[in-house]
């Protein structure tokens, strides 16, 4: 596709269940994000790719949250046993190879999760 | 520690008149700025951006101003739209990675 696609576009789910996020980036970009944003909040960095390496995870909020780049392209972000706080939108977001010189970012759609 | 501040929850104004959105930042390492417009149930768009070591950067109708010395930029947006009406979202980058930091976002009206 022509932008950045993440699914599902709407997850359910109880608390302590594990839930998988996907984001398909951009083609030929080799840079990926993953931000969310919870209610009453900005956009809150989670964790960078570069290729299927990720030299920034400063952003995960604790070790229940997991990120992985596969074929330098689609990204899961996994997070285990939620909890309603990880209720937010997540947002995926692509560039072109980050450096000295800033690349715009695309973001997709987003994934609005609810844990109940 | 919210390295970067966007006070005005909300603003609203008429229909061709001027927007002005503001955003505070506290890191003097940021290094490049951007505007984002977000509508609901889409992800942000790319507005416009500036880099340090400019002090404005204007497109159409949009302009963005960055005052280093206060750590203090804002969008101006002439003439207002109906069709901008939307949350702005400022952020800044800094460092290799280009990760961006975002403020709380100012929901703008624009009135008819």
């Known amino acids: 596709g022509a932008g950045v696609s993440q699914s599902p576009s709407n997850k359910v789910t109880e608390k302590g269940k594990d839930v998988e996020l996907r984001c398909d980036p951009i083609s030929g970009h080799t840079a990926l994000y993953w931000y969310r944003q919870s209610l009453g909040q900005g956009l809150e960095f989670l964790i960078y790719f570069q290729g299927n390496s990720a030299p920034d995870k400063s952003g995960l909020p604790s070790d229940r949250f997991s990120a992985e780049r596969t074929g330098g392209s689609v990204s899961t972000l996994t997070i285990q046993r939620t909890q309603q706080e990880d209720s937010a939108v997540y947002l995926c977001?692509?560039?072109?190879?980050?450096?000295?010189?800033?690349?715009?970012?695309?973001f997709g759609p987003g994934t609005r999760l609810t844990v109940l | 520690d919210q390295q970067v501040k966007q006070n005005s929850p909300s603003l609203s104004v008429q229909e061709g008149r001027i927007s002005i959105l503001n955003c505070d930042y506290t890191n003097s390492m940021f290094d490049y700025f951007l505007w984002y417009k977000k509508y609901p149930a889409e992800g942000p768009t790319f507005l416009i951006s500036i880099s340090s070591i400019k002090d404005k950067n204007e497109d159409g109708r949009f302009t963005v101003f960055l005052n280093k010395s206060a750590k203090h930029l804002s969008l101006h947006i002439v003439p207002s739209q109906p069709g901008d009406s939307a949350v702005y979202f400022c952020a800044a980058s800094a460092g290799a990675t280009n990760k961006l930091i975002f403020g709380t976002g100012t929901l703008l009206a624009v009135q008819p």
């Open positions: 977001a692509s560039s072109r190879l980050a450096g000295v010189f800033y690349n715009e970012q695309f």
